[in-house]
């Protein structure tokens, strides 16, 4: 039998302080709840769920902080993010251990989520080039016009449970590189790791005010979304909340980005490597247990590669599902045991519903982890798009399986899918694969890569139904988000030039 291994403990973090006006502080709340290690039940800390007068105060702190820090030269801006990339670099492997025992996900891919963001930071430090202006001389005679983006005032994230560093890198280095100042209100079910993010940027210099962060569930968010002094909102969570975020903040007049549920596809030719296809599918539709948005949901297998489920499905009898800080571990525990049953209950509808269940991960025992929220990877093939296993997103380690003849009936039944955030196709054709491209109607597609999430020198572009707003996090985008752009026309008169006389029509120039 493996040796057990005792999961990591966050020593100092056992509460979640709120960051106001620079400083941490323990919140006056009654209202707590347990951050809880998914493998084990055990209770590694609590989140308080701030009061109407703390997130106020962390707001007003941010709406002073603004004053100065929009004054700030922009090379002071980017020096912070410079050391904040140093610090979490240097700190990596100890905010993984945390996020690892909060989140559950395995220690690898915990750090991979830390390096996802730490690349935004590296990205925000070349803010000097990205928040430059335009400049055109002589639009007309003597005139010339100019754009400058200039910071928009006090921002605010909201961030979910599956990502608990990458997401609000996301958000705050962009936003206070910008200009802005920030309130950052954490997934409540794993804030500790975020919180040793933000106790670095701290360390990193940035000044009181311009960063603070609240704790809580609904009634922070909706006090963040309609709060006069809050500019803008960015959110990243499932649909039915992102939705709401996007109402409530637009109808109060904010700008608003808010990235939200996911169905991803992958589509499969015949004539694409086989080997390293199925690999590809086993390791996106389970890694990290299938919490990540840009997870493999559906595969698609065109034509003869209907013959390929089998060795699917041993592919994916060969992962360990373990906890996070085991070594080996390839599938770690959802979130919750709340989680947990809702995917027990998606599984069993699709029994219901009528689908094949070729692997079922429902029973799956963990020596030592008995307690643990795990669910091993699960498989169902024949499923239409009638079935909730297929309409729902099931935020679980469940792939399931639809057959079709050619590569249109593949775009068709993709693009008829509401949602648009990932998508993926494998085939050795570059002719296909442009076919593919050009048609495919969501918005991050992948060839021959399953999770095709941008490098931050592109953006996040998640489209359709799985977006709300224009404009996605980082990259270009997030700093036209978090920027006004002011347009100036100037014209300069010598002293002793002649006035032109009243001119009372549209200057056609
Ligand atoms: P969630 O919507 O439950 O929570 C997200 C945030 O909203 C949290 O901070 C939470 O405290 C807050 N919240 C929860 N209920 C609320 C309510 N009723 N009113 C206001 N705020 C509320 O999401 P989650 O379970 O933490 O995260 C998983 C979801 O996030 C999945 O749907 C996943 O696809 C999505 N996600 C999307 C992206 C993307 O870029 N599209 C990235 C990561 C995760």
New binding site residues.
């Given amino acids: 039998m493996n040796a057990i291994h005792q999961p990591p403990q966050p020593t100092e973090l056992t509460t979640a302080k709120l960051l106001i006006n620079g400083e941490f502080t323990e919140s006056k709340t009654s209202h707590w709840q347990e951050i809880i290690n998914p493998a084990t039940q055990q209770v590694l800390g609590k989140v308080p769920f701030a009061t109407a007068d703390e997130v106020n105060a962390a707001i007003a702190a941010a709406q002073q902080a603004f004053k100065s820090w929009r004054h700030t030269p922009i090379q002071a801006r980017m020096r912070m993010m410079l050391k904040l990339q140093e610090l979490i670099r240097s700190n990596l492997k100890r905010i993984a251990q945390v996020l690892s025992a909060e989140q559950g996900k395995t220690l690898a891919d915990a750090e991979g989520d830390i390096q996802r963001g730490l690349e935004v930071v590296e990205h925000a430090c070349s803010i000097g080039t990205l928040q430059m202006g335009e400049y055109i001389q002589g639009v007309a005679q003597g005139i010339d016009t100019y754009s400058i983006h200039q910071p928009l005032g006090v921002c605010a994230g ?6 608990p560093a990458m ?1 609000p890198l996301w958000m705050f280095p962009m936003a206070i590189v910008c200009g802005n100042t920030f309130v950052l ?5 794993d804030p500790l790791s975020t919180m040793m993010l933000v106790e670095l940027a701290m360390q990193a210099g940035v000044p009181a005010g311009v960063l603070n962060v609240v704790h ?3 009634e922070v ?2 006090l963040l979304c309609t709060h006069q002094d809050i500019k803008a909102i960015s ?8 939705t ?2 996007y109402n409530l903040a637009g109808q109060h007049g904010k700008r608003v980005q808010s ?4 169905k991803n596809h992958v589509v499969v030719m015949p004539d694409a490597h086989k080997e390293q296809t199925l690999n590809a599918l086993v390791g996106a539709a389970f890694g990290a247990a299938g919490q990540r ?1 840009m997870a493999l949901s559906v595969a698609v297998m065109v034509g003869e590669t209907k013959h390929w489920v089998n060795d699917l499905v041993d592919k994916a009898k060969t992962l360990q599902v373990n906890a996070g800080h085991e070594p080996n571990t390839d599938v770690g525990p959802l979130i919750s045991q709340r989680a947990k049953a809702r995917v027990m209950e998606l599984i069993h509808s699709g029994v219901e519903q009528g689908a094949e269940l070729l692997l079922d991960g429902r029973n799956v025992e963990v020596k030592g982890y008995e307690q643990g929220n795990f669910v091993g990877p699960t498989i169902f093939n024949h499923v239409d798009t009638q079935m909730r296993i297929y309409n729902e ?1 099931i ?1 679980g380690p469940v792939l399931v399986i639809m057959h079709v003849d050619t590569l249109e009936q593949a775009i068709q039944l993709i693009n008829a899918n509401p949602l648009g ?1 990932g998508v993926g196709l494998f085939t050795q054709s570059g002719s296909t694969a442009r076919t593919f491209q050009n048609n495919i109607d969501v918005g991050q597609v992948g060839i021959n890569i399953p999770i095709p999430v941008p490098v931050p020198f592109f953006s ?1 572009t ?1 489209s359709r139904g ?2 709300l707003g224009d404009l996605g996090p980082y990259g270009k985008q997030a700093v036209q988000f978090y920027t006004q752009t002011k347009t100036i026309t100037s014209r300069w008169f010598e002293d002793d030039q002649e006035a032109s006389a009243v001119n009372t029509t549209i200057d056609l120039r």
């Fill in positions: 909201i961030t979910p449970f599956n990502f997401i209100k954490p997934s409540e079910q809580g569930g609904k968010v909706d959110f990243v969570g499932s649909t039915a909340v992102g709401h975020v990235m939200m549920g996911a948005c997103e935020f955030n996040f998640g799985s977006k």
